[in-house]
């Protein structure tokens, strides 16, 4: 995709958001949440049917690797050595750290998370992030959670292979024929989950510098997801391709989802866990419980999505 295509297609799902967000009620920073009715909310309820739940996230890393060199940090702070052989009572206590933003835990983005032409998400200012957080945008926006209908999209198992390599895109035509595939449709407030496999490959294959080579979506595919009113994407990868289709924008897909309609992403889940029960259920949508920490000013958070079938 040349620059100009790129400009192009971010104007125009810009102005298409702009356009969605004069003509709602409420918050108008809530970005693509508006499509999330309460209705909607409720109907997703209706997806629960055998009571089951399985998580959408990876576990947390805290060894470095070629695609986490600063991993997470989790330490015991008590008991202190020999505390246990006293018959007191004693408490086991640990401290954790992350960088949220990274290429391997599972995370959400919030819609401060992305500055392009100095601006973030509906013109807001960039000088509204600061050293002490974000002042409008942040993850505070989702704060009560986000819960809808959930819908799996599998590349891999449309394209009759186990992953899809690095460097490969995700196209439009890829979302709508995975949907004619498993018979599914995605619609107005759902929160869209496009497999590629990333998951499956490092855990075979070993972990690789996903920063230089890794799978996502094409950039047109993103006016699929303006097209159907998409809340929320989350992906098993990065959701962005490496090395970028667009020649001077790293990340396109961050661009045009976060920052042009306002689509909270949640990028390096796991599918691996679901896909046996969609299959087995023979149904690829659900209800999806996401709870992000109430941290306030952050420009993203830590996140394990619940898909409840």
Known sequence: MTSDDFRDLYERLRRQAVREAAGATGDDRCGALRHLTPERVAAAAAEVRMGRSVSLAAPIDTEPGPDDPEPAVHRMTGPSPGAIDSDALRFATDRFAMNVHGDADSH???????????????????????????????????????????????????????????GDQVTPDDLASAEAAQGVRVGPGDLLFVRVGHRLRRTELGPWNA?????????????????????????????????????????????????????????????????????????WSFLCVVAPLRLTGGTGSPVNPIAVL
């Open 211 to 283: 920063a230089d080579a890794r799978v996502g979506l094409h950039p047109t595919a993103v006016e699929f997801l303006a097209e159907r009113e998409v809340a929320v994407l989350g992906g098993d990868g990065n959701n962005d391709t490496a090395p970028s289709a667009v020649p001077d924008v790293a990340f396109p897909v961050h661009v045009l989802a976060i920052h042009a309609l306002g689509i909270h992403l949640m990028d390096y889940l796991r599918f691996e866990d679901l896909v046996p029960v969609c299959a087995r259920a023979g149904r």
């Open 108 to 166: 959400l983005d919030a819609l401060c998370h992305v500055i392009f032409d100095r601006e973030l998400y509906g013109g807001v200012p960039a000088s509204t992030v600061t050293a002490e957080g974000a002042r409008s945008l942040s993850v505070d926006l989702v704060e009560n959670g986000i819960v809808g209908r959930g819908v799996l999209l599998d590349i891999p198992r449309l394209r009759g292979v186990r992953w899809l390599e690095p």
